[in-house]
């Protein structure tokens, strides 16, 4: 048997074909692990997003009541109705 002299071309050519899919294959697992970071976050900011738009749809909802407007008519901006004096508690 004879053997060869100089470099083995295909010894060569064979590990930089499994060092470029091994580079790839760490790339790809790099970037799946990004885009999952991105999808968490965003699941969570759809939450408060969802949670902030149930809490504003029962503001609305309540709203739509003539007895809670009233309510926060006299509460809040101190209003009254005609003949009433307004109330308010002292502070100390």
């Known amino acids: 048997m004879r053997k060869r002299k100089g470099v083995n071309w295909f010894a060569i050519f064979m590990f930089l ?12 697992q790099v970037h799946l692990a990004h885009v999952s970071d991105s999808q968490h976050l965003a699941d969570k900011r759809l939450e408060k ?10 503001e609305y909802e309540s709203l739509q009541d003539l007895s809670n407007i009233e309510k926060l008519a006299r509460e809040d901006l101190g209003l009254a109705k005609n003949g009433e004096m307004p109330y308010q508690m002292s502070s100390r």
């Open 49 to 58: 997003a969802q949670e902030e738009n149930n809490r504003l749809r029962k």
């Open 17 to 28: 074909v499994l060092a470029y899919f091994g580079t790839v294959l760490v790339s790809q």
